[in-house]
């Protein structure tokens, strides 16, 4: 929801989340459990989640009734699949190495649905160029803020806070 609300901005994305809310949601957790109740009937859709679940679920069991769908307008994206060596790492060059590596030809074989939308040799990347859509990127002052605007959506949709 935060990948989305920066995407499309803060109005936009308050009412997005009380219209899903106006929607009487199931309240799901995990997307692996949501797309197995939803290829079982037991729901109608996911909304929303991320293309890697969705991927995954479909390619570990072909002919499963589910389909990814990108609604209208820029395909949002986070930064979720970050590569960086961690400060202090004992082998950091192997890490560049490997960052290298995915960014260059191992997201070709890596094949998890969530390698880069900007990758034109990942599935992914070649399903979004094919579409030819705009792709906004989640801007890092968001991620840094990202509990505070979890909170707002949570907030919204009724759940509790935590105690501790």
């Given at each position: 929801?935060?990948?989305?609300?920066?995407?499309?901005?803060?109005?936009?994305?308050?009412?997005?989340?009380?219209?899903?809310?106006?929607?009487?949601?199931?309240?799901?957790?995990?997307?692996?459990?949501?797309?197995?109740?939803?290829?079982?009937?037991?729901?109608?859709?996911?909304?929303?989640?991320?293309?890697?679940?969705?991927y995954?679920?479909?390619?570990?069991?072909?002919?499963?009734?589910?389909?990814?769908?990108?609604?209208?307008?820029?395909?949002?994206?986070?930064?979720?699949?970050?590569?960086?060596?961690?400060?202090?790492?004992?082998?950091?060059?192997?890490?560049?190495?490997?960052?290298?590596?995915?960014?260059?030809?191992?997201?070709?074989?890596?094949?998890?649905?969530?390698?880069?939308?900007?990758?034109?040799?990942?599935?992914?990347g070649?399903?979004?160029?094919?579409?030819?859509?705009?792709?906004?990127?989640?801007?890092?002052?968001?991620?840094?803020?990202?509990?505070?605007?979890?909170?707002r959506?949570?907030?919204?949709?009724?759940?509790?806070?935590?105690?501790?």
């Amino acid at each position: 929801m935060v990948t989305l609300w920066s995407a499309f901005g803060e109005k936009w994305g308050l009412d997005f989340t009380k219209k899903l809310l106006n929607n009487n949601p199931r309240w799901v957790s995990g997307n692996t459990n949501a797309q197995n109740l939803v290829a079982t009937g037991e729901m109608l859709m996911v909304c929303p989640t991320g293309h890697g679940t969705w991927y995954r679920y479909v390619k570990d069991q072909p002919g499963a009734p589910l389909a990814a769908v990108f609604p209208e307008g820029p395909i949002a994206t986070d930064r979720d699949m970050l590569l960086t060596p961690i400060k202090g790492a004992a082998h950091p060059n192997a890490a560049l190495l490997l960052t290298g590596w995915i960014g260059g030809k191992g997201v070709t074989y890596m094949r998890t649905g969530r390698e880069s939308i900007f990758h034109p040799n990942s599935e992914l990347g070649a399903q979004v160029k094919r579409m030819g859509r705009e792709i906004k990127v989640q801007p890092w002052e968001i991620l840094l803020e990202e509990e505070k605007y979890e909170r707002r959506i949570l907030e919204i949709w009724g759940f509790p806070k935590a105690k501790n």
